[in-house]
């Protein structure tokens, strides 16, 4: 009875060991900041932003031990993004305002091949790949501009980090990721016989987005 007995504890030894070793699949979930840097344009729109801060949710599929494919749904609560300049409105009348302020919150959806490298618990890697962001304006006081309206810009993702193992089941990631796309103008595009504001800009973002989150393998 006891030969049955340790002979069934090693074969589920065996099994559990084998299913570590052929985890292939990952989710994490991590906090993130969202800095928007400083645009000076040539349509003499000045665009600058605060942070903002949220939760990004992301899939891993292992399709070789060192690389895999990556999904990822980001979310941030709230920021501001201020377009100033003298030529912010068109043929401004006398007392125009030359800044206005649009309150929002953004959304990522993007995808990306992720390459990594095994130094005993030390894991660091890379990504690539491509990403849509979702501007949406919050309408409140905040928002000095009420026509300005969601709008969806597509650009690159990239990314360098570390995961470090802290147990066969979980690691603890910290990543410097980074979209670039088009800055947002809301949908306020004004013709040159207009009066109203123009946040054409003309010019990309590179938006720094730094990770600090938890990932389960399964």
Do not use: C
Request: hydrophobic share 40%; aromatic share 12%; charged share 15%.
């Amino acid at each position: 009875m006891k030969k049955i007995a340790l002979v069934a504890f090693l074969l589920a030894v065996s099994v559990a060991a084998v299913r570590a070793q052929e985890s292939r699949q990952d989710v994490s979930l991590s906090g993130i900041g969202l800095i928007e840097p400083p645009i000076a344009a040539p349509t003499d729109v000045y665009v600058h932003a605060t942070p903002a801060y949220g939760l990004l949710a992301s899939y891993r599929f292992m399709l070789t031990p060192s690389s895999a494919l990556e999904g990822n749904y980001g979310v941030t609560y709230q920021n501001r993004i201020g377009f100033s300049g003298p030529n912010i409105i068109n043929n401004p009348l006398p007392g125009a305002p030359e800044s206005l302020t649009v309150l929002t919150r953004n959304m990522e959806m993007s995808g990306a091949y992720v390459r990594s490298f095994n130094y005993r618990k030390y894991n660091p890697f890379v990504e690539v790949g491509a990403a849509g962001m979702i501007f949406m304006p919050i309408r409140n006081s905040g928002t000095t501009d009420i026509d300005a309206r969601r709008q969806t810009r597509i650009g690159g993702l990239y990314g360098i980090g570390v995961a470090y193992e802290i147990s066969p089941s979980y690691d603890i990631r910290v990543e410097y990721r980074a979209i670039v796309t088009k800055v947002p103008t809301f949908g306020v595009v004004s013709s040159t016989n207009s009066s109203g504001p123009n946040f054409t800009t003309d010019k990309w973002y590179n938006i720094f987005i730094p990770t600090v989150g938890v990932a389960y393998h399964f």
